[in-house]
């Protein structure tokens, strides 16, 4: 079983950027990852997935064009660098393990869920 530790987040004003990052033990590189969200009151949602070579990657529409999805297989991480963000990106971002990359999308996912980081976009 993968353990994940997702860090990064934090209180930032629209408009700025953060880098999420995300720590796996165990060796992830069979596996897609990816990122979702939570924001109060709503369910998880994707944001982000990348295939096991980084090949691929899916995003959801409304971060389209803003967030880039990384992975370094040597170091068994996976990062989302958030620019242009909106208020409406406020969410507890969390990351997770797939058996593809496009089955992520439906959120079909393989590992436990982390503590996932706190994200805070300021209007």
């Known amino acids: 079983q993968v353990q994940l530790v997702e860090s990064g987040g934090g209180l930032v004003q629209a408009g700025k950027s953060l880098r999420l990052s995300c720590a796996a033990s165990?060796?992830?590189?069979?596996?897609?990852m990816g990122w979702f969200r939570q924001a109060p009151g709503k369910e998880r949602e994707f944001v982000a997935a990348?295939?096991?070579?980084?090949?691929?990657?899916y995003y959801a529409d409304s971060v389209k064009d803003r967030f880039t999805i990384s992975r370094d297989n040597a170091k068994n991480t996976v990062s989302l660098q958030m620019n242009s963000l909106k208020p409406e990106d406020t969410a507890v971002y969390y990351c997770?393990?797939?058996?593809?990359?496009?089955?992520?999308?439906?959120?079909?996912?393989?590992?436990?869920w982390g503590q996932g980081t706190q994200v805070t976009v300021s209007s």
């Open positions: 997770n393990t797939g058996v593809t990359a496009a089955a992520m999308q439906g959120s079909t996912v393989l590992s436990s």
């Open positions: 165990g060796r992830t590189f069979t596996y897609a």
């Open positions: 990348i295939s096991t070579l980084g090949a691929t990657t």
